[in-house]
């Protein structure tokens, strides 16, 4: 197995709170409280979890569960989520959701705030789509395609 980086403490703005239920080296269980509600999630390095065989992972991507937050509140979650990857984890290259097939409603909350469909894979227990957001320097592409790097 390769060596998995610490997974830092998840830093939201404010009126966002965070709070840990428990901590390990490459995952936490949280209680995040906002204006619209309080949601226990897990944030866990997706090359340690259970997505760790699903795709080429690379070591700094992170998995959100959050089975226990709402549809409607679903993207308000992530979209805050997701800000604060960029100071809680600048390497971070890929945010990834799992969201069961037959709930295609989660799918629609999660493109609403910025994720987008990857591919289809079984987690032994259900079939679910993974939906990934990544920040902008991750999707930056160089617009001089006929220019060779280093040339």
Not at 105 to 120: I, P, Q
Request: contains cysteine; charged residues 25%.
């Amino acid at each position: 197995m390769i060596p998995v980086p610490l997974l830092p403490d998840l830093q939201l703005p404010v009126p966002w709170t965070t709070g840990v239920l428990r901590r390990r080296h490459h995952a936490q269980d949280l209680v995040i409280t906002g204006e619209s509600g309080k949601y226990t999630v897990r944030l866990e390095r997706c090359a340690a979890g259970r997505l760790r065989d699903t795709y080429p992972v690379a070591l700094h991507d992170l998995e959100l569960q959050a089975d226990t937050c709402t549809t409607e509140s679903l993207p308000e979650l992530l979209s805050v989520v997701t800000k604060a990857l960029n100071v809680t984890d600048p390497l971070c290259r890929r945010l990834v959701l799992a969201i069961s097939t037959d709930a295609p409603s989660r799918a629609l909350a999660a493109t609403t705030a910025g994720f987008w469909h990857v591919v289809e894979v079984d987690l032994g227990d259900a079939e679910h789509s993974l939906f990934t957001w990544e920040p902008s320097w991750a999707t930056r592409i160089d617009p001089d395609l006929d220019r060779v790097p280093g040339a």
